[in-house]
Structures are given as C-alpha cells and as structure tokens.
C-alpha cells in the first residue's frame, strides 16, 4: 500500500435538518373515465423560450385531446448544449430559464393547462433541472474536491512544489494533495463572451450534498419566474416540480460541510483516507454511471480485510445524509410553498445506496431506459416507496436508441414489466414541439438528434390513429394501481455500498415468480422508517404487508440491520436466511463488524428465523403455512401485483403474461374468497363479471389464458361493479368451446358464446349451483374463415416540398394496391420506404357461405406491429388490445355483404431514413449519423398475416 503522508485540505459549511414528507392527491376519476390526475403524461420537449407561444399552447392541448393528463414542461435547450450546438440564431441569453421571455412562454403552457383541464409538471431547472441562472460564487453551487499526487523518494523528504501546481518525479511514497473548489459545470452551456447577467452564464449545477444547493434552487424560482401572478397559476395547475437523472461530474462528490459532518457522526477524520475515495477502479465517487470509467490514474489498496472498503462505505453514508437534505428542502418548498409536490429520480447515478432516499420525495421516479425493463430492478427501487407509503411511483418511459420508430407494442411491453416491478405512473419520452426551429427540417424539433425514442407528435401517422388507445389503456391501468395499498408477499434484504446503476437482478432463482410470489427489496436504511413495524407477523402491517423477511447469502449486514431484523423476528416476522449466512457490510465505526458479527451469530439461532437452500426460499415460505396473495400454476411466466382497498372493500389483481402466450389457473385465498370477481378492460373500460371459476375452502380459482404481453385485470368486490346487480351462478367449469361470456341481469342471466371445434364431445358447462349445461353440437356451428381479397389504399407522409416547412404534418397522396396476401410494406416494392397510413378494406358474406349456425362472429388479427382502428359496415370497434388484437363484432353484422376496414399506422422512420441526408438538426446533420457508421434497417410495417372470422351461437343460462 502506499503510506500517506500530507494532504492539502479546506473545508467550510452548515448543515440543514429535513422532515418527514407528505402525501399528495387529487381526484382519480373512475376505471371507465380516468381523471386527468391520473393519466399518462408527456414530457415536452421545449426548444427555448424564444419558439413561437400559442404552438406550445396548441400541442399541450392536443395532448388533453387524445388522452394525457398533461405535460412535463422540459426547458429542452438541446440537452443543454450537449447533443447539438447552439443554432446561431437561437439567443439563449434573452430566452435562457428564468428570463422574461421564459415566463411568458411558461405563463402560456399553464394557461393552456388551465384551459384544456390538464395539470402541468415543471422541471426545476434547464435540461433535466439539476441547477438554474447564479452568480458563479454562488455557496449554493457544486463543488469539487480536486486530487492530485506524486511520487516521492523513498527517504520520504520531498523539496518540491505541492501537486497540482507543477510536475513533479520520483518513486517509492506518494504523497496526495487536494483542493476544494465549485466546479462551475452547467446544465445548460453555451458560447457566450458576455457576463452582465446570470442568464449570459448559462445555468450552474448546483450542489447536491446539502441543503445550499436547494436555496439555490429556490432563490432563483422565487426572484424570477414565480412574480407576475406566475405563482398563482402555478399553484392552480400545477402538479410536480421536478428533477431527471443526475448527469453531473466531478472528481469527488462533495460538499464543504462533509469533514466536520463525517467526525460528528462516524467518529473519527475522513482526510487521512481521501486517496481512497478518490482513486479506484472498483470504488468510482464521483458520477458511478457517466464516469464509470474515470476512477483516477491510481487505485489506492489499504491493507485492511477490506482493502479499505470501510472508508468508503462511511464517506457515502455521508453524501446520502447530504443529498437527503437537499431533497428534503425542496420537498419542503414545493409542497408547503405551492402546495404541489416534488417529484424526483432519486440517487440516479450518485454514489450512494438510491434506496434509502427514495422514501424523501413525494413522488420517487425511475426510468425504463436505465432499468432496462428490469422487474426485479424496478422492485430494487419500488420496496422502499411502498414501505413509506408513497402513493405514486412515477416512470419516464420509453427511451431507448430508436427515434421515429418506437412502436406501441414495444411501449406496452415495458410499460407491464414496469407494473409488476411496482410502478404506477408514466410520463412518456417525449412530446416534440411541432412549430418551426431554427435551420431545422421537417419533422422539426428533435430532441437528441434523431438518437433516442420517441417523438410524439401529430407528424407521427399513430398520433391520430391508436396513440390514444394506449393512452386511455395507460391510464386505466394506473386508475387501478393506486387504489387502495399495494400488498408485496415477501422483503429481500438489500444493502449496497452504491446501487450498481444497471438495476441487476438480485434474487436469481426461478421459485418464487414460478408459484406467484411477489417481492420487493428493502435497505436496512429503510427499517428507521416510522412504518418499519411489524404486527400479526407481517413487516409494515399498514402497507405491504410483507409475510417474511429474505437475506441471502450475498447480502451484507450492518450492526443497525442486524438489530432491527432481531426486533422483526421477536415479534412474530419471519426471516429466512436464504444459501446461508449473509456477509458483514464494512465500516470503520466504533467495534462495528465484531459487533455486527456476534449480533448476527445470535440473531441465527432465534425464533423465528429459518435457513433455505439458495432456489427454495417458495417451499419454505409453504412449509411455514404461508402462501402468495396470488397463486400461480402456469406453463409460461405469469408475474403479478395485489392491492387492496379498505375504504371500498375492493381487491385488485394485475396480471402480466410475460413475452409468450400461457394458461395459468391463479388461486386467491383470504378474505378475496368471499367476493365476486370482475374482469376490468383497461381497452374499453368495460368492468365484467368472471364467468368460469371455483370456491373451495378457503381459495377462489381462476384459470386464465393470455398471449404473450398481454395484461388483464381482475377485481374482487362484495358490491356489484356494474350497474346490473352481481350474478347469482356462475361456471366452474367451461370446455374450450366457449370463446365468451357476458352477464345481463339476473331475469336475463348468462350468455355463453359457442364456437366450432374438432373435438367429437361438445362439451358441458357445469354450474355453481350443480346444474349442467349441455351445448349445441359445435360441428353444427359455423367455421372460422380467413379474409381475403384485401385491397391497401397506402396514405403516403412526406416531407413538404419546402423541406424548411416544419410546421406542415406531412405532404400526402395515395397510392392503391391489389393484396392477395399481407406482407409487410417492406416485401413490396412501391412500399419499402413508405411511412403513413394503410387502409385496409375487404368484405365478407353473412350468414357464412359455408354453411352452419352462427348468432354473431369475433374478428381475430394478426399480431400489430405499432396500431390499428377497425371499423365493420361503417361502425367503429371499441379499442382492441394491441397484444391481443380481436373483439366480437356481432352486434355490427348484417345479412350479405359486410364491409371491414381496417387503419394501420406506421412508424416515421422508413421514409425518414431514406431522406435522411436531406435533414438538418439546426444547421447540422442528425446527430445519429455522427454517432453510428450504419443506420438502423427498415422496420416491418402494415397488416402481416391471416384475419380471420369466428362464428359462433349463443346460449342463455338462468
């Protein structure tokens, strides 16, 4: 190792206590008509504050229109000078954050809000809202701890200037030296040689270790934007204030107050192992994901057992506690000043364990792009909110490297995993400004340069044809994650030095999701909240309601853990140790691991904790007589969520197939048993009753069918959901034949949909009340048959003939084309770089030609690739899933001829692609043709496969 000998230090600071946060709610509206509160919304991606003031009041109102609750107002300014430079004519001093021009195009998106009745989250800052204008000396702003070394000889005398101020040689000690300084770095930067105003410097990152950085924050929105009645309006529409992943840099994350703060609370100087921290491959301090590999030019190795992992662990307990006051401020302003609430994506990126701060904001945000559709990643983040009882964890959703050719199933996709992992609110990347921009083609705007996904607009064909499906679907899907309290099976211990931010899975084995066992994980840290307490055998008995308690064997345990997973144990919870004992987390305090180590021993050999072989933490839970709120037996992946609803008497269950088609049976137990189930269409906010299920002792069984994605919703309720009172019978067992089922009234009964088979019994259906149903013969019912004859009249989206006209949707014209097959447009010819609509048309005969009985049909198609609006004899179908695309069109048939059409939108990027040289990101070319050698291929568009007609007859049962 190396000694150190001298260091260079100044420090200076105060320290700022925080509060417990709060709650924040409005109205959800109802399942069929989600309230604006609890739609999806759009981040929108404002140029600057120069652009053009009643086109950014028209796109936030026709995000209303289709189905958002409103937007997130981003101050874009491209990524703050990052991806694209500053377009000469673009004046980012006049119209820089904060400005009079800002308020006036901030005023009119909260007036757009107010009139439309949306709500509007606003970024507290340019770019992803990490800093605003200052001064640059500023105490407020990020500070630095600057490193430097050189070797001196091995007499240990060295006659030279300090590092840092000149070079240095020689071998054999090292001596470190370290300087304390604001790292001026913006989130919005520019060329600029002007410095009259705090505007002329773009905007500073402010500090994020304390609660300076915070005042900062609020000094700047105070002065500047909220005067003139800004505050006013802010306070009537408004909904989050907000802040993004954390993108800045540093060579230490630091603030002043760090030294006096670590010897108050840890006991002993943190300068003599700055090295540490400051050099390591292995332990990176600075921005753990940016900067993942810039640890320094020397990894400094302590002869310890830990090799100095210890310090490290200490020093970032610290910048924890200091971020925890930033955010504790703002979370403070922001709801006590405005009365809204902070949103924020908490430790994004920082060098700390993210979920101990989540439980600090109002409204912890995670993101898709980062999480990678990560269930388990996701439940690494979700735990610690559902444990604080936080009623909303919020997504930005849906970036990833495919501008203009994001399709929706691809959304849906992510959206589900990100369900499960715990999630209940979306906010999608992102919403584009449609007006005109400075040397900027058609399409317009594009925030990251035609990079990264997607850019909603009224220029993307869905925008206006299935965009607000999803839309509406999306917030169904939220109306029924945030009633009532989200009840997780099972805790996994998790405590990480710095959470790695990839979101890894943790749990590896296949046992619990295989029997439908739902999981969150919890730090130590969390067990200091008021809700860590545990009654009737269950941790947080007023939330989750978690039955035990897991610690694998790669878990690390601190004396604080220990201590208070041996108070769960002693009042009744569960722990399970899980592949044997976990490992002692390092720290330096006090006689901390001997202490940890013999707590640990004891806490072994306690009641109620129970050791499992690594793959087998389900069959002992089972063996403890305990069982998921959701059982699941199924030959594909089925993951779910539980909620339950005290003031209603309503539980819900969400259900996610998980990338293949599978039947499953679930079983319910507890008090959902004595309830009637009901089938809620997030599509068509349709609420059903469950025809086929069984009651026996103490379980309530249904078996399901789902294609691969698709998601489906089952409440439980004592109360009818409908307005026909609840069914008095029901099947409890139904052959394959039945293809639906709907429930009138109790004078009307059942209706069960019948339909062709090649199975020689026709097959019964046996009643709750003993009685059978024998059905009709199915080879007497019509067959299925495939459509044919298809005729593609092709909607052409092009540029406008003045390719500087971004303003213009698109310039369009048809073509027509004779189909014998559907293939994509990319296997014919004329189609292979065509973006637009496709409009496909076809007719059929009714009764069937072929002969048989039918009462009525279901439409089956194939699987859509981005969206589709069905219309059958001029009548619109209501919202088909996209992951399951059919729906019953008997009410719509009539005898002879019956016109279908179908509308299939493509993506932008196959005729975008093919001009792409043509386009200009203010001035320049797209920034992807920087960053890649090869373009994306062309993306498979239009109606690919067989659509095909289910007949089938109905019989009533009383």
Not at 11 to 24: I, V
Not at 318 to 330: E, H, K, N
Request: hydrophobic share 35%.
């Amino acid at each position: 190792m190396f000694r150190i000998l001298f260091f260079v230090f100044l420090c200076a600071g105060c320290l700022l206590a925080a509060s417990s946060p709060q709650q924040y709610t409005r109205s959800l509206g109802t399942f069929e008509n989600p309230s604006v509160q609890t739609r999806p919304r759009f981040r929108y991606w404002l140029p600057d504050a120069g652009v053009d003031k009643e086109i950014v009041a028209t796109n936030i109102k026709d995000s209303g229109n289709l189905g958002a609750g409103g937007v997130e107002f981003l101050p874009f300014y491209n990524y703050g000078g990052e991806t694209v430079s500053k377009a000469p004519q673009a004046d980012w001093v006049t119209n820089g954050f904060g400005t009079p021009a800002f308020r006036d195009v901030f005023r009119a998106a909260l007036q757009a809000h107010k009139d439309a009745g949306l709500l509007m989250d606003f970024a507290m800052g340019p770019n992803q809202g990490q800093g605003v204008p200052a001064e640059s000396d500023d105490e407020g702003l990020q500070w630095d701890l600057v490193p430097y070394n050189v070797e001196i000889p091995r007499n240990g005398i060295i006659d030279a200037q300090i590092p840092g101020w000149g070079p240095t040689s020689g071998i054999g000690y090292r001596i470190f030296a370290y300087y304390q300084k604001r790292t001026l770095n913006k989130n919005l930067k520019f060329e600029n040689n002007q410095t009259a105003t705090i505007w002329d410097n773009g905007s500073y990152i402010v500090d994020h270790y304390s609660a300076a950085g915070a005042q900062t924050v609020i000094k700047f929105w105070e002065e500047y934007i909220l005067i003139d009645g800004l505050k006013e309006m802010l306070m009537e529409v408004g909904h989050y204030g907000w802040e993004d992943s954390i993108e800045m840099t540093s060579n230490t994350s630091w603030t002043p107050t760090i030294p006096d703060r670590f010897q108050r609370k840890l006991g002993y100087r943190l300068e003599p192992y700055l090295p540490v921290m400051n050099f390591g491959v292995l332990h990176p301090d600075n921005n753990v994901n940016i900067q993942a590999f810039q640890p320094g030019p020397v990894q400094v190795i302590l002869n310890t057992e830990d090799s100095g992992a210890r310090y490290i662990n200490d020093f970032r307990e610290l910048l924890a506690d200091g971020y925890r006051d930033y955010l504790q401020v703002l979370s403070d302003w922001t709801r006590n000043h405005l009365g809204l609430a902070f949103s924020s994506q908490v430790s994004y990126n920082l060098p700390m364990d993210t979920a101990t701060n989540v439980p600090m904001v109002d409204v912890p945000e995670c993101e898709s792009l980062q999480f990678a559709d990560n269930i388990d990643g996701y439940r690494q983040f979700s735990g610690a909110a559902n444990l604080a009882g936080k009623a909303i964890i919020s997504n930005e959703m849906g970036a990833i490297s495919a501008a203009y050719d994001y399709p929706l199933p691809r959304l849906l996709f992510s959206v589900a995993r990100a369900v499960v992992g715990g999630v209940n609110q979306f906010v999608l990347h992102g919403q584009s400004y449609t007006g005109d921009y400075y040397i900027t083609t058609w399409p317009g705007y594009t925030a990251f340069s035609y990079s990264v996904s997607e850019l909603y607009s009224n220029k993307q064909p869905s925008w206006d044809h299935g965009l607000s499906e999803v839309l509406n679907y999306l917030a169904r899907v939220q109306f029924v994650q945030r009633q009532g309290i989200p009840r997780t099976d099972v805790a996994i211990y998790n405590k990480v030095s710095a959470t790695d931010s990839s979101f890894p899975s943790i749990y590896q084995s296949d046992d619990l999701v295989n029997d439908g066992w739902s999981w969150a994980y919890l730090t130590p840290d969390n067990f200091a909240l008021p809700q860590a307490t545990v009654r009737d055998n269950v941790l947080g008995p007023d939330g989750p309601r978690y039955k035990a308690l897991v610690i694998t064997k790669d878990s690390n345990m601190t004396l604080y853990g220990v201590v208070r997973v041996a108070e769960f144990a002693a009042k009744g919870l569960p722990i399970i140790f899980s592949g044997g004992l976990p490992s002692i987390y390092p720290s330096a305090r006090g006689n901390h691991t001997a202490e940890t180590l013999a707590a640990l021993t004891k806490l072994a050999s306690s009641p109620n904790v129970y050791n499992a072989s690594s793959g087998h933490v389900a069959s002992t839970l089972e063996s403890l007589g305990l069982f998921p709120n959701i059982k699941v037996q199924t030959n594909g992946t089925i993951w779910t969520t539980w909620r339950e609803d005290p003031s209603t008497g309503v539980d819900y269950a969400f259900i996610f197939c998980d990338s293949k088609s599978a039947s499953a049976e679930i079983t319910i137990s507890g008090d959902a048993k004595k309830k009637i189930p009901y089938y809620l269409d997030a599509w068509t906010g349709i609420q059903k009753p469950v025809f086929t299920y069984t009651v026996s002792g103490s379980a309530l069984r249904i078996p399901i069918s789902l294609e691969g994605n698709q998601t489906t919703i089952i409440a439980f309720s004592r109360n009818p959901l409908t307005d026909s009172e609840a069914p008095t019978v029901h099947s409890t067992e139904t052959p394959p034949s039945v293809i639906g089922s709907f429930y009138e009234s109790a004078g009307k009964g059942w209706t069960a949909q019948v339909v062709s088979t090649n199975l020689q019994d026709s097959g019964r259906i046996r009643l709750s009340n003993n009685k059978t149903i024998e059905l009709p013969n199915t080879h007497k019912i019509a067959e299925l048959f495939n459509l044919s004859n298809w005729k593609l009249v092709t909607e052409h989206w092009e540029a406008p003939s003045d390719l500087y006209d971004a303003e213009t949707i698109a310039q369009k014209h048809n073509t027509t084309h004779e189909l014998t097959s559907l293939l994509s447009w990319t296997e014919i010819p004329a189609l292979q770089n065509v973006s637009g609509l496709g409009y496909y048309s076809t007719t059929f005969q009714w009764p069937p030609v072929t002969g048989g009985s039918a009462d009525g049909a279901y439409i089956q198609f194939p699987s859509i690739l981005h969206a589709i609006r069905v219309s059958v004899n001029g009548q619109k179908l209501p919202a088909l899933d996209y992951t399951n695309a059919k729906a019953d069109i008997g009410p719509y048939l009539r005898h002879g001829n019956n016109d279908v059409l179908a509308v299939i939108p493509t993506t932008m990027w196959n005729y975008l692609r093919s001009i792409i040289s043509q386009l200009r990101d203010q001035g320049g070319q797209p920034g992807l043709l920087s960053f890649t050698s090869t373009l994306p291929g062309i993306s498979p568009n239009g109606l690919i496969g067989e659509v095909s007609v289910l007949p089938y007859v109905n019989v009533n049962i009383k």
